[in-house]
């Protein structure tokens, strides 16, 4: 799986042309036996309330950018730059049609348990009401 590194507001800090240093590092960094800095790429990309939101209305199917902005009532732009997010940390595809990009979730089973056990831990780590 390809992955962008991303600055922390979401923008590409180098992309896949980007000259590389220290390139034996960089592979051996990526692609670790314990596989933490892959870990937390994806997590980076479940980290933002709206990434969260797109990846949710994605379990319904497959949506261009414009129907997410519509549905979401986000910004194009910020549609946009959280679905690139979503496919550097390989949790999106995307299918060409003409001139549309059609994004669907790229493990849609594996999403869904994902973004159920995060709904039960946040459950979990909730503060109890005192009442």
Known sequence: MAINHHSGDGHRARGHDAPRE?????HAELTGADGSVVAARLFHGLADPGRLRIL???QLGEHRVVELTAHLGL????VSAHVACLRDCGLLDVRH???SS???LAHPE???ELLATGARLVGLAAPEEVG
């Not at 220290?22 to 960089?26: A, C, L, Q, S, V």
């Not at 910004?75 to 910020?78: G, P």
């Open 110 to 112: 594996a999403t869904d």
């Open 75 to 78: 910004a194009q732009s910020t």
């Open 102 to 104: 059609y994004y669907r």
């Open 56 to 58: 949710r209305h994605l």
């Open 97 to 99: 049609e003409g001139r």
């Open 22 to 26: 220290h390139e034996g590092h960089r």
